[in-house]
């Protein structure tokens, strides 16, 4: 049977971009919740200043909570060494580095060109040798498919970038729609091109569903050998310095598609609604996105995963 990674963002990608801050609290109990639908990557957080981003300022302690999860790998996103240093003493996992593809959004989102980026990305990797030498550092291009600020984004470009992220010692490198600009098209190509640059360190699909084309997207990536992907329960997320930019990928809808084609993603569907209950809880007011969710599963589904609730809790 095939795999999928299905690598949860919504405590990151989707908390930072809702106005509101989430209750620590609440923040351990929908992470446990998502913990116990079957999600074995999350990404918790965000080791940024307080101050830019307060909705994450308490990470560090939502890592400490993550880590006592059973088999769940704690990612966190990390925009320069001190952040990666402050996540590698939280105990992180892995780690992620967003890195622009576009100069524009570079400049806004980190205030640093891209190049300063692959210098600031080369660095980070150094001190994960020399202090947290076991932790994964995935690279994330963002703006990959075109940026709100700059307009379109060269293939070239990107490509180039990935490889000097490959050079910089990065473990993989993933692509991401930060924008909502990509088609299948352009991901099937971008994808394929992305594996002959980069080969095995080729990575994730961070798709989002700002036109409607999410799925479509995941499922092109499918198609050219992608196998993890970042989502978000309910479609939270967004870029808060990408105007326009919102709606990660729905977590519910794309483990529904995965198991309906027959493809494991080891998460249990019923479960993962009881998680959206969790969220709901802890945002109460903001509004929740996804289809499955709001139709419900059809009779006779059969999901490739059972219930790692146990009997009678799904
Ligand atoms: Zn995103």
Known sequence: MDTVLISEVGPRD??????????????????????ASGLREIEVGSFVPAHLLPQLADTAEVVQHALGLRGLTVMALTPNRRGAQAAFEAGVHKITLPVSASEAHSLANVRKTCAQ??????????????????????AGVSTAFGCTLQGSVDESHVLRLAEALAQAGVDDIGLSDTTGM????????????LQRAVGEKAGAAHLHNTRGLGLANALAAYDVGVRTFDSSQAGLGGCPYAPGASG??????????????????????????????????????????????ESGLPTHFQSTTHSPLGPGTA
């Open 14 to 35: 989707g908390l930072q971009s809702v106005k509101a801050t989430m209750l620590l609290s609440h923040k351990c109990a929908w992470l446990s919740a998502l913990h």
């Open 248 to 293: 990660n990928v729905v977590t519910e809808d794309l483990v529904f598609m995965f198991e309906a084609m027959g493809v494991h993603t080891g998460v249990d569907l019923p479960a993962l609604m009881q998680a959206r209950d969790v969220l709901r809880a802890g945002l109460p007011g903001e509004p929740l996105y996804g289809m499955t969710p």
């Open 182 to 193: 990509a088609n299948p098209a352009a991901v099937r190509r971008l994808f394929k091109k």
């Open 117 to 138: 980026m692959v210098q600031e990305v080369r660095e980070v990797v150094r001190l994960r040798n020399e202090l947290a030498p076991s932790v994964k550092v995935e």
